[in-house]
């Protein structure tokens, strides 16, 4: 029952995200003279954040498959190359927003990048806290092992790593894809 | 899998000890190809621009439904199908507001 709570948490963020991208897709077009998408991504680092986070979708499973053979060892194991991997996404996010706002481009810029750092930054603010609930499950398993509780905790944030995933497709090909195009 | 069998946790689990590696792999590697196709298509400008749109908004999609049934294992679930039921509903209203919006201001005389 608590496994379905939380899905329905996920549904209401998917609402949440569906308003932000509605923003987004409205006022892309309106640059007030500054930069225009095609001007300001800059692919590689997008491309890498991508595979970093769709890498780090695949090791969370893995965690969970550990889990249920009850290796616990194996199970930690894959949660902190989770983690890292969320880690290295967010820098990445950072480092991306930090060149921008140096080229000129900050939230007050213009109606599009207002809308692209709510939506981009509200993505990367739900990875963070994922980092720091992984992290401090991690803590939580290595004191008391794998029990029904622990178990329906690593079930469920390892749904919420997947949620996390599928809404930055939508990021990269909404946003990314589409601005370059 | 019998100690995780043991452990489920009643209606709407939908994840409890589902999946093998093997599943995971197909939709990892099935996510990788569902990647590098709109991102080749963008980058070397292959296609016109509307049919550029549909093909990477397609693209995403299927890979929304590869993470669901792969790596959320959305297809094992038990019935009644809660999970499912609850998705289809925040998809629609996902739809109406995203769709809705850009509908809206597509023919806002006033904004323009």
Same mark, same amino acid.
């Given at each position: 029952? +608590?496994? @379905?709570? @939380?899905w329905?948490?996920?549904i ?8 932000l ?16 998408p095609?001007e300001?991504?800059?692919?590689? $680092?997008?491309?890498? *954040?991508? @595979?970093i986070?769709?890498?780090s ?12 053979? $009850?290796? +616990? +060892?194996?199970?930690i $194991?894959?949660?902190a ?12 996010e950072?480092? *991306? ?5 140096? *080229?000129?481009a ?6 599009f990048?207002? $809308?692209?750092?709510t #939506?981009?930054g509200?993505?990367?603010?739900h990875?963070? #806290?994922?980092?720091?609930?992984m992290?401090? #499950? ?6 008391r ?5 622990? *178990?329906r905790k690593?079930?469920?944030?390892? /749904? ?10 939508f ?5 990314y /894809?589409?601005?370059?195009m | ?13 939908g ?10 792999t ?9 990647t ?9 400008g292959?296609?016109?621009r ?8 397609? =693209?995403?999609?299927? !890979?929304?439904?590869? !993470?669901l ?5 959305l ?6 199908r809660w ?15 995203v ?5 809206? =201001?597509t023919?806002n !005389?006033?904004?323009?």
């Open positions: 029952m +608590k496994t @379905f709570g @939380f329905i948490f996920l209401t963020d998917c609402i949440l995200f569906a308003t991208f509605a923003t987004y897709i409205v006022l892309r077009g309106n640059t007030n003279g500054g930069p225009t095609e300001l991504f800059q692919m590689p $680092g997008i491309i890498a *954040e991508t @595979f986070l769709l890498t979708s695949f090791t969370s499973g893995l965690a969970v498959l550990a889990m249920n053979r $009850g290796d +616990k +060892k194996g199970l $194991g894959w949660l190359v989770t983690a890292l991997l969320g880690i290295s996404f967010v820098t990445l950072i480092i *991306e927003f930090v060149h921008m706002v140096h *080229e000129g900050t939230m007050q810029t213009s109606a990048l207002s $809308g692209f750092y #939506l981009v509200t993505h990367g603010l990875v963070s #806290l994922g980092l720091v609930w992290i401090g #499950l991690i803590m939580q398993l290595s004191r092992g794998i029990t029904p509780v622990t *178990e690593v079930n469920v944030l390892s /749904l919420y790593w997947h949620f996390l995933d599928v809404v930055w497709i990021v990269f090909t909404v946003v /894809l589409m601005g370059v | 899998m019998s100690r995780s069998n043991a452990s489920a946790h009643g209606a709407g689990g994840h409890r000890g589902h999946g093998s590696l093997k599943s995971y197909i939709g990892f590697l099935l996510s990788i190809v569902l590098i196709i709109p991102l080749v298509v963008v980058l070397n292959m296609m016109g509307t049919a550029t749109i549909v093909l990477i908004m397609a =693209m995403a999609v299927l !890979q929304f439904v590869v !993470q049934v792969f790596f959320m294992h297809k094992e679930e038990d019935s009644p999970n499912l039921m609850a998705l289809i509903l925040g998809l629609v209203i996902v739809l109406t507001i769709a809705g919006s850009i509908w809206i =201001m023919y !005389q006033v904004a323009h």
